[in-house]
């Protein structure tokens, strides 16, 4: 795709006067978003129903994400974008255009959420805070000093990192947490983002799986009531898991498919033991809710309550 099929993608459906938000990602036309959002516009009372995506390849080149970060700020009708499969790489390739980056963007060097107010282009990642509102969504208060259960994220981009961030900061924070990735560079630039962040020394173990082979070893030696989190993008972006169908997942644990739409097929590994072993499956629908939500309220510069989250929710499932 061209720097100018880009920019034509985005400003095609919005006309002169109307005023619009972005979707940046890769299919963005088959996200269940694109019929919720008008939903949440007129529960929220948005200056616009009209919701555009700016897809891009996964191998996008650095001048593709750069127009369209300028695309974002010289229009005044586009209000700001949320930013899925693209985190890292539009921090990478753009991050000098936006005025202002808040702690988590340049900790995380990943940006969720774009924002404008007046003249200032704002950088944000609000995967830390999404991502922990969806984990309280379905694991127990206090689980891990209750049950001693570790993590195990499969996938050390965008959406590993915010995850690995957001339990090392919890009070209860599980005893062990071990993120994977298919090489040892990523996993370095993780360990880097921990350190400058503070992450207690031992906390995170960082280990390549150069095979699926291996990553099934990490997860069946888990103990039992372990989350054990597909944070790779396999699933969605593209066909796959990071684990065989020969894993075992650890009894009574928690396998969190980060995706809600795709072939699945981590989830539907799990779901496929979980009876024999009493497996709690759980999707990344909750996480669609918060983690749109809460990049719809920083665009519009908006106050999010819980009740009113429960109302977005709601009104997300009745299209689902």
């Known amino acids: 795709m061209t720097i100018d099929a880009v920019r034509t993608e985005a400003a095609t459906p919005a006309t002169a006067s109307a005023d619009y938000m972005g979707f940046v990602g890769v299919t963005t036309a088959s996200s269940s978003i694109m019929k919720v959002f008008p939903l949440w516009a007129d529960i929220l009372g948005l200056p616009t129903r009209t919701l555009v995506g700016h897809d891009l390849p996964m191998d996008a080149e650095p001048a593709q994400y750069r127009a369209m970060v300028e695309q974002i700020r010289d229009d005044p009708h586009h209000r700001g974008a949320l930013v899925t499969t693209h985190k890292m790489n539009v921090y990478a390739a753009a991050a000098d255009l936006f005025d202002e980056l808040d702690p988590f963007a340049v900790s995380c ?32 208060a206090d689980h891990f000093a209750r049950s001693g259960a570790a993590v195990v994220i499969l996938g050390a981009g965008g959406s590993g990192t915010a995850l690995s961030w957001a339990l090392a900061e919890r009070e209860d924070a599980p005893a062990k947490i071990t993120v994977t990735a298919r090489t040892q560079d990523k996993l370095d ?35 039992a009531g372990s989350v054990i989190a597909n944070a790779t993008g396999l699933g969605k972006d593209r066909p796959g898991s990071p684990l065989t169908d020969a894993v075992v997942f650890p009894e009574g644990a ?67």
């Open 109 to 140: 060097s990943e940006i969720s959420s774009i924002s404008k107010r007046g003249p200032v282009l704002s950088g944000r990642a609000k995967d830390p805070l999404t991502v922990d509102l969806a984990l309280n969504d379905f694991l127990p």
């Open 254 to 320: 928690y396998a969190w498919e980060f995706n809600y739409r795709g072939t699945l097929e981590f989830l539907h590994q799990a779901e496929a033991q979980a009876s024999d072993r009493g497996l709690h499956v759980v999707d990344g629908w909750r996480y669609f809710i918060h983690g749109w939500s809460q990049v719809v309220a920083d665009v519009f510069d908006l106050d999010l309550t819980p009740e009113i989250v429960e109302r977005l929710a709601e009104a997300a499932e009745s299209v689902r």
């Open 189 to 223: 630039h993780l360990r880097e983002v921990h350190r400058q962040h503070g992450t207690r020394e031992g906390l995170i173990e960082y280990v390549v799986t150069a095979s699926a082979e291996d990553a099934d070893a990490l997860v069946a030696a888990a103990p």
